[in-house]
């Protein structure tokens, strides 16, 4: 079944001189498959400077893409009565707060109970886009804010945006060890070399630029803010572990559990059963993808990682 055209235009930008057009578009547009682009360039409803290219063609940076292409209607996800936090709610966009557990889409291990079955039963006409409006990911275990695109110009909006880095993203972490300073991870991320469901960072992979900053120092952990230039799978979490400083509760990139020497029972309880990695996303801002006007969206921190806080702060009076 068919759904809305989309419509797009948008330029390869010079970083990307030397790709294959489909790996530049995948880059560029990352919410589709490499096999649906694929399909769109065969099929002429992807243009290059106006004229049909071959997926395996080089780009050059500057060239213009023009993207005309019908939707199939998503059907592989049923909608479920799942009840959901709204943040902020308008006819071309809903921001979900989403609790740490709940998966984002179906997959394997995980059929139905997601986020998206979830949108499905409270906005049906989600079915008509990519992965029911959902523009950006986070991982099961990682809570906080997503927008979720419900009108089709919000959804190219928004893609448009998200690649361009023109919504922030702002997140809170506990991380394991002292940091002296913020500072930025700037090192690129593909899939680890052996383990498929890992990510690590490898020459030759995607760009990934990190910021963060200290909000509070403890005697073995630190609590940050964190911002993200670009959203590749697991970033925050693979570059803070890659800078040595995992987070608290990462049983991917983590390591094996340490506790401070000297640290209060209630603390070594509290890293012990801390059920999660320690992340929040806390801030979303961007403009309105249809009115232009700023919005900016915030979300508390939530209990377990405002009482792994209070524990730390109770150790280090302690000490």
Not at 24 to 48: F, H, M, T
Not at 163 to 189: F, L, N, W
Not at 210 to 231: D, N
Not at 246 to 259: A, E, Q, S, T
């Amino acid at each position: 079944m068919s759904g809305p055209v989309l419509e797009m235009t948008l330029t390869i930008p010079p970083e990307q001189a030397g790709l294959r057009l489909d790996q530049a578009l995948a880059a560029l547009l990352p919410d589709y498959s490499r096999s649906r682009l694929k399909a769109w360039i065969e099929s002429g409803e992807i243009r290059v400077d106006g004229a049909p290219r071959r997926p395996k063609d080089k780009v050059l940076g500057g060239e213009s893409i023009e993207l005309a292409a019908t939707l199939p209607e998503d059907t592989r996800a049923e909608a479920q009565p799942i009840p959901l936090a709204l943040v902020h709610e308008d006819r071309h966009l809903f921001v979900v707060d989403k609790p740490a557990g709940l998966v984002v889409h179906p997959g394997a291990g995980n059929p139905d109970s997601t986020l998206q079955n979830a949108l499905l039963a409270l906005d049906p006409g989600l079915a008509s886009l990519p992965r029911a409006g959902i523009v950006h990911r986070l991982d099961k275990d990682t809570s906080g804010l997503l927008v979720v695109a419900r009108t089709l110009p919000a959804h190219t909006a928004l893609v448009r945006m998200l690649g361009e880095r023109e919504v922030r993203r702002e997140y809170e972490a506990i991380c394991r060890g002292v940091m002296t300073a913020g500072g930025t991870v700037d090192a690129p991320i593909d899939r680890h070399p052996t383990d498929r469901v890992r990510m690590a960072v490898r020459e030759g992979g995607r760009e990934a630029v990190t910021h963060y900053r200290v909000i509070r120092r403890f005697r073995a952990h630190t609590h940050v803010r964190v911002q993200l230039e670009t959203g590749r799978t697991h970033q925050i979490r693979v570059h803070l572990a890659h800078a040595g400083y995992p987070i608290v509760g990462d049983k991917v990139y983590g390591g094996r559990l340490l506790l401070p020497k000297g640290a209060t029972e209630s603390l070594r309880d509290a890293l012990r059963e801390f059920p999660r990695q320690a992340l929040h996303a806390a801030r979303l801002a961007f403009d309105h993808p249809v009115t232009g006007k700023p919005l900016e969206c915030q979300s508390p921190l939530p209990t377990d990682m405002r009482e792994l806080l209070e524990a730390l702060a109770r150790d280090e009076a302690w000490a």
